[in-house]
C-alpha cells in the first residue's frame, strides 16, 4: 500500500481547437482535491519552447506544438529574461531554463489546480512525508516538453530534483497491476545491443564494463558502518549482444527486478525495436509481455528515444513511446531519456541512482537524488538533469527491494559486526559478484535463491553459505561455512589441485577457496571476505 499521499494530473487537448486543453486531477489526497481548469497554450509559450529546443537541441528538427506550427513564431527577446550585465551563454541558458520551468509551472498549476497541489503537499507535510505527484501527458504533441523543469518561483528547486515531492509521468491506460513481491536485493539483467549503421559505434566490452561498474557501486564513500549493513547487495549479470531466444532463457531463469539497456534502436509504434544483434531484436510490445511475465519491477534505458512518441508524418502517435508501451501492459516503473544524453552523464546518473535503490529508497525519490547529482556535476544550464524521463504505474508505490524498516526487524542488531563477503564467478570473463547478504546465502536452481544456478546437476535447494560465531557480543570472530543439503554434493578445492566432495555436511571456508554445485563439471565460484 502506497504510504505517501498521492496527486495524479492529466492533460489532455480539447477537441479540434489545438491550443485549449483540460488539466484536471485524477487522484487526490482529500476529497475536494477533483478539480479541472481549461487552459489555453499561448504563443509566448511556444516561442520559449523553440528557443529552449534551438540552445538545448541544436541538431534536431525544431518541435512546436500543433496549435503554432504555421504561424511565423519571433525569437525569444534575451533582454527580457537574462540581466543587462549577464554573461551571455552561460546567464542565457539558466535563465532560459527557469523562465520555461516558471512559465509551465504557472500554466499547469492555474487556479483550482493549484490549489489543490498546495493543499495536497500541506496534507504531506502535515505528516511528515512526501507528497507523490504523478503527471499524465494524454497529448502526444505535449510529451517532449522537459515537464521535469517545472519551478514555482526563481529560487525554488525544480518540481523533479524535491525529494518534498516525489515526481514521475504516469498513464491510466494500464493493465492492473500484478502483485509485487520484495526483493532483498537489487538484481540487474544488463544488456548491451548492437551498433546500427549512422549511430555512433559502441565499444561494447568498454560499455559493458563501465556501466556494470556503474551499477555495481552501491557503497559510496562516507558511509557510516550501520547504514553500510542496511544498504542492499546488486547483483549484475551481463549479455552482450543476446538473440531474443538468449534474453527470453536469461530473464527466466532467475528472479531479476531491474532490466538495463544500453544500446541503438529505433522508434516505431509499438513502442519501438531494440536492436540486440546482427539478426534482430525485439520490439517494446513484446519485451513489456516478456518484462511482465518476468516480475520486472523497472526497466532503464540508455538510449536517446525511449521516452519519445512515434512520429508518423509530422504527428506525434498516442501511447508510442517505449516507456508508455511498457507501462501499458504492467511494468511497475520506466526510467527512459528524453533526448541524446553523454555517456560520462549517463553513467553518473545510473551509479548514483543505483545507490539510492541500495539504500532502500523508492524508485522516485532515487531518482530525484540522481538529478541533483546530476545538475551538481554538470551545472543547471546544462541539460543533463531534465533527460532521465521517470514512468511510474499509477498503483504502483516504488518499492524496488524490501524497505529498510522491515530489514532492520527481521534481524538481531549483532549482525552489523558480520565481515561481508560474496561469491564470485569464474566461469564468465565479467566474473559478476554476488554479495552475501546479513551472514545467510542460499544457493539452487530454484527462482527463490540469493544464487540462482541453473545446471541440471543442482538441486532446487542444493546448499547454504551461513556465517556462525560463537561469541553473541562479539560476532566479527565467527566462521563461514559452506553447508550442502543437495543429492549430488558439492565441491571446494581446499588445496591447489585437490577437489573435495562436501555431501550433506558442513565446510568451513576461508577467502579464496573455489566451490562447484552439483558436479565437477559445474561453473566454478570463489569465496571472497571482503
Same mark, same amino acid.
Given at each position: 500500500?502506497?504510504?505517501?499521499?498521492?496527486?495524479?494530473?492529466?492533460?489532455?487537448?480539447?477537441?479540434?481547437?489545438?491550443?485549449?486543453?483540460?488539466?484536471?486531477?485524477?487522484?487526490?489526497?482529500?476529497?475536494?482535491?477533483?478539480?479541472?481548469?481549461?487552459?489555453?497554450?499561448?504563443?509566448?509559450?511556444?516561442?520559449?519552447?523553440?528557443?529552449?529546443?534551438?540552445?538545448?537541441?541544436?541538431?534536431?528538427?525544431?518541435?512546436?506544438?500543433?496549435? /503554432?506550427? +504555421?504561424?511565423?513564431?519571433?525569437? $525569444?527577446?534575451?533582454?527580457?529574461?537574462?540581466?543587462?550585465?549577464?554573461?551571455?551563454?552561460?546567464?542565457?541558458?539558466?535563465?532560459?531554463?527557469?523562465?520555461?520551468?516558471?512559465?509551465?509551472?504557472?500554466?499547469?498549476?492555474?487556479?483550482?489546480?493549484? !490549489? =489543490?497541489? =498546495?493543499?495536497?503537499?500541506?496534507?504531506?507535510?502535515?505528516?511528515?512525508?512526501?507528497?507523490?505527484?504523478?503527471?499524465?501527458?494524454?497529448?502526444?504533441?505535449?510529451?517532449?516538453?522537459?515537464?521535469?523543469? *517545472?519551478?514555482?518561483?526563481?529560487?525554488?528547486?525544480?518540481?523533479?530534483?524535491?525529494?518534498?515531492?516525489? #515526481?514521475?509521468?504516469?498513464?491510466? +491506460?494500464?493493465?492492473?497491476?500484478?502483485?509485487?513481491?520484495?526483493?532483498?536485493?537489487?538484481?540487474?539483467?544488463?544488456?548491451?545491443?548492437? !551498433?546500427?549503421?549512422?549511430?555512433?559505434?559502441?565499444?561494447?566490452?568498454?560499455?559493458?564494463?563501465?556501466?556494470?561498474?556503474? *551499477?555495481?557501486?552501491?557503497?559510496?564513500?562516507?558511509?557510516?558502518?550501520?547504514?553500510?549493513? !542496511? *544498504?542492499?547487495?546488486?547483483?549484475? /549479470?551481463?549479455?552482450?549482444?543476446?538473440?531474443? &531466444?538468449?534474453?527470453?532463457?536469461?530473464?527466466?531463469?532467475?528472479?531479476?527486478?531491474? #532490466?538495463?539497456?544500453?544500446? /541503438?534502436?529505433?522508434?516505431?509504434?509499438?513502442?519501438?525495436?531494440?536492436?540486440?544483434? +546482427?539478426?534482430?531484436?525485439?520490439?517494446?510490445?513484446?519485451? &513489456?509481455?516478456?518484462?511482465? %511475465?518476468?516480475?520486472?519491477?523497472?526497466?532503464?534505458? !540508455?538510449?536517446?528515444?525511449?521516452?519519445?512518441? @512515434?512520429?508518423?508524418?509530422?504527428?506525434?502517435?498516442?501511447?508510442?513511446? $517505449?516507456?508508455?508501451?511498457?507501462?501499458?501492459?504492467?511494468?511497475?516503473?520506466?526510467?527512459?531519456?528524453?533526448?541524446?544524453?553523454?555517456? %560520462?552523464?549517463? $553513467?553518473?546518473?545510473?551509479?548514483?541512482?543505483?545507490?539510492? *535503490?541500495?539504500?532502500?529508497?523508492?524508485?522516485?525519490? &532515487?531518482?530525484?537524488? =540522481?538529478?541533483?547529482?546530476?545538475?551538481?556535476?554538470?551545472?543547471?544550464?546544462?541539460?543533463?538533469?531534465?533527460?532521465?524521463?521517470?514512468?511510474?504505474?499509477?498503483?504502483?508505490?516504488?518499492?524496488?527491494?524490501?524497505?529498510?524498516?522491515?530489514?532492520?526487524?527481521?534481524?538481531?542488531?549483532?549482525?552489523?559486526?558480520?565481515?561481508?563477503?560474496?561469491? %564470485?564467478?569464474?566461469?564468465?570473463?565479467? /566474473?559478476?559478484? #554476488?554479495?552475501?547478504?546479513?551472514?545467510?546465502?542460499?544457493?539452487?536452481?530454484?527462482?527463490?535463491?540469493?544464487?540462482?544456478?541453473?545446471?541440471?546437476?543442482?538441486?532446487?535447494?542444493?546448499?547454504?553459505?551461513? @556465517?556462525?560465531?560463537?561469541?553473541?557480543?562479539?560476532?566479527?570472530?565467527?566462521?563461514? @561455512?559452506?553447508?550442502?543439503?543437495?543429492?549430488?554434493?558439492?565441491?571446494?578445492?581446499?588445496?591447489?589441485?585437490?577437489?573435495?566432495?562436501?555431501?550433506?555436511?558442513?565446510?568451513?571456508?576461508?577467502?579464496?577457496?573455489?566451490?562447484? #554445485?552439483?558436479?565437477?563439471?559445474?561453473?566454478? $565460484?570463489?569465496?571472497?571476505?571482503?
Amino acid at each position: 500500500m502506497d504510504e505517501h499521499p498521492s496527486l495524479n494530473i492529466a492533460i489532455a487537448r480539447l477537441g479540434n481547437t489545438p491550443d485549449s486543453y483540460a488539466v484536471w486531477v485524477l487522484k487526490a489526497p482529500y476529497p475536494g482535491g477533483y478539480v479541472i481548469e481549461n487552459c489555453n497554450w499561448t504563443i509566448d509559450l511556444s516561442q520559449i519552447w523553440l528557443s529552449w529546443q534551438g540552445l538545448f537541441s541544436p541538431g534536431s528538427r525544431p518541435y512546436c506544438l500543433p496549435c /503554432h506550427q +504555421d504561424l511565423n513564431i519571433p525569437d $525569444l527577446d534575451l533582454a527580457a529574461i537574462s540581466p543587462p550585465d549577464a554573461p551571455a551563454p552561460q546567464i542565457y541558458s539558466a535563465n532560459l531554463m527557469q523562465h520555461l520551468g516558471l512559465k509551465l509551472w504557472q500554466w499547469l498549476f492555474c487556479r483550482q489546480v493549484g !490549489n =489543490a497541489f =498546495a493543499q495536497s503537499q500541506g496534507i504531506a507535510i502535515g505528516q511528515g512525508k512526501s507528497l507523490r505527484f504523478r503527471l499524465e501527458i494524454r497529448d502526444p504533441d505535449s510529451i517532449p516538453l522537459p515537464w521535469e523543469i *517545472l519551478q514555482s518561483q526563481p529560487g525554488k528547486p525544480a518540481l523533479s530534483l524535491d525529494r518534498q515531492v516525489l #515526481f514521475s509521468r504516469t498513464n491510466s +491506460d494500464v493493465d492492473p497491476l500484478p502483485p509485487q513481491r520484495l526483493d532483498r536485493s537489487i538484481e540487474i539483467l544488463l544488456v548491451l545491443g548492437q !551498433n546500427i549503421p549512422g549511430s555512433p559505434a559502441l565499444d561494447l566490452q568498454q560499455e559493458s564494463a563501465m556501466i556494470s561498474q556503474a *551499477l555495481r557501486n552501491t557503497m559510496p564513500s562516507g558511509f557510516n558502518p550501520p547504514n553500510r549493513l !542496511n *544498504l542492499a547487495g546488486c547483483k549484475v /549479470h551481463t549479455l552482450v549482444q543476446p538473440t531474443p &531466444a538468449e534474453l527470453i532463457t536469461a530473464l527466466e531463469s532467475q528472479q531479476y527486478n531491474v #532490466f538495463f539497456y544500453a544500446g /541503438h534502436g529505433m522508434p516505431a509504434p509499438d513502442g519501438g525495436l531494440l536492436i540486440l544483434n +546482427d539478426l534482430g531484436g525485439i520490439n517494446g510490445t513484446e519485451l &513489456a509481455q516478456l518484462l511482465v %511475465r518476468c516480475r520486472v519491477k523497472l526497466a532503464v534505458f !540508455n538510449s536517446c528515444w525511449g521516452a519519445q512518441p @512515434y512520429q508518423h508524418q509530422q504527428q506525434a502517435v498516442p501511447r508510442s513511446s $517505449l516507456a508508455e508501451v511498457l507501462l501499458h501492459y504492467g511494468v511497475p516503473a520506466v526510467l527512459a531519456m528524453r533526448d541524446t544524453i553523454a555517456d %560520462r552523464e549517463a $553513467l553518473s546518473f545510473i551509479e548514483t541512482f543505483t545507490q539510492a *535503490l541500495a539504500q532502500r529508497l523508492s524508485i522516485d525519490e &532515487a531518482a530525484a537524488i =540522481a538529478r541533483q547529482q546530476l545538475l551538481i556535476s554538470y551545472k543547471f544550464n546544462q541539460p543533463a538533469w531534465t533527460l532521465p524521463i521517470l514512468y511510474m504505474h499509477p498503483e504502483f508505490n516504488g518499492e524496488l527491494i524490501r524497505p529498510l524498516a522491515e530489514a532492520v526487524t527481521e534481524i538481531p542488531f549483532v549482525v552489523q559486526s558480520i565481515p561481508a563477503a560474496y561469491m %564470485r564467478s569464474l566461469s564468465f570473463h565479467t /566474473h559478476p559478484d #554476488f554479495p552475501i547478504d546479513r551472514g545467510l546465502m542460499r544457493v539452487g536452481r530454484s527462482s527463490d535463491n540469493d544464487l540462482v544456478i541453473v545446471e541440471p546437476w543442482v538441486s532446487q535447494r542444493h546448499a547454504e553459505i551461513i @556465517y556462525r560465531s560463537s561469541s553473541m557480543t562479539d560476532p566479527s570472530n565467527g566462521i563461514y @561455512y559452506l553447508r550442502d543439503s543437495s543429492r549430488f554434493g558439492s565441491y571446494v578445492l581446499a588445496s591447489e589441485d585437490k577437489w573435495r566432495k562436501v555431501h550433506s555436511q558442513e565446510f568451513p571456508l576461508q577467502s579464496g577457496m573455489q566451490i562447484k #554445485f552439483g558436479s565437477e563439471e559445474g561453473q566454478i $565460484l570463489e569465496f571472497r571476505i571482503k
